[in-house]
């Protein structure tokens, strides 16, 4: 069966600080990996998404970038965090199974920046 | 453009009655909708899905949602609501052109002893 990991779960930076988030999938190939924020547990910001290795299609302006180094691991990184990037991040995957694409979320990095 | 509402920011039910999350939704073409429930501090959890066929779909935990075209609604139902129910819950529709999940802004379920 697939799983995904998200580390690490919780994470207290200071402004200007840089960031890496690390999501991994398993048990599953090739599949479109996505990073939301979810700010005040209310609703979902899609910030990166990505359908193979190195393709990263970016869905908001801001100090954050993605890579995706390997078919199964996507990176969520900032040169220098700002206060407003505090939030809840969540990655997600979907594989193309016909016409569900219903996407599977790991369980999340609470990020306070202080 | 595909969008999402959910018109309840929070829902309110007594334990042992049934409960009602409403979602409608607009797409050009064929819709693919999605439900989704979200505890405190955790990832979103896949409850259903609607493709095509019956319009009434079976999911986890007991949950139920009733796909209707003429009224562009996916409601989410369960006939007898329990405490733990409460959480967080989200609509979703596929957008046709890419791989993305269109959000609503999610209804806050509080089920009361």
């Known amino acids: 069966s697939q799983t995904i990991h998200q580390w690490p779960a919780t994470l207290v930076q200071p402004v200007g600080s840089p960031l890496s988030l690390e999501c991994t999938v398993e048990g599953t190939s090739n599949p479109n990996l996505y990073w939301y924020r979810q700010a005040a547990g209310r609703g979902l910001q899609l910030l990166f998404y990505?359908?193979?290795?190195?393709?990263i299609s970016s869905e908001v302006p801001q100090n954050l970038s993605a890579s995706r180094p390997q078919d199964r691991q996507f990176i969520l990184s900032s040169k220098k965090l700002l206060l407003s990037d505090s939030g809840f991040y969540l990655c997600a995957w979907t594989v193309d199974t016909g016409a569900a694409y219903e996407q599977y979320f790991g369980p999340g990095t609470r990020l306070t920046v202080t | 453009a595909q969008s999402v509402a959910q018109p309840e920011d929070q829902v309110n039910v007594a334990e042992g009655n049934p409960l009602t999350v409403k979602c409608t939704y607009s797409v050009s073409g064929n819709p693919y909708l999605f439900w989704y429930v979200q505890y405190p501090n955790r990832g979103l959890q896949f409850l259903l899905k609607?493709?095509?066929?019956d319009n009434l779909v079976k999911g986890s935990y007991g949950f139920e949602a009733e796909f209707n075209k003429s009224q562009t609604s996916f409601h989410l139902k369960k006939p007898s609501a329990l405490v733990s129910d409460s959480a967080l819950y989200f609509c979703?529709?596929?957008?046709?052109?890419?791989?993305?999940?269109?959000w609503g802004a999610g209804t806050k379920l509080i089920i009361k002893p």
């Open positions: 979703a529709v596929r957008e046709n052109s890419n791989y993305q999940l269109i």
């Open positions: 609607y493709i095509t066929g």
């Open positions: 990505s359908v193979g290795i190195g393709q």
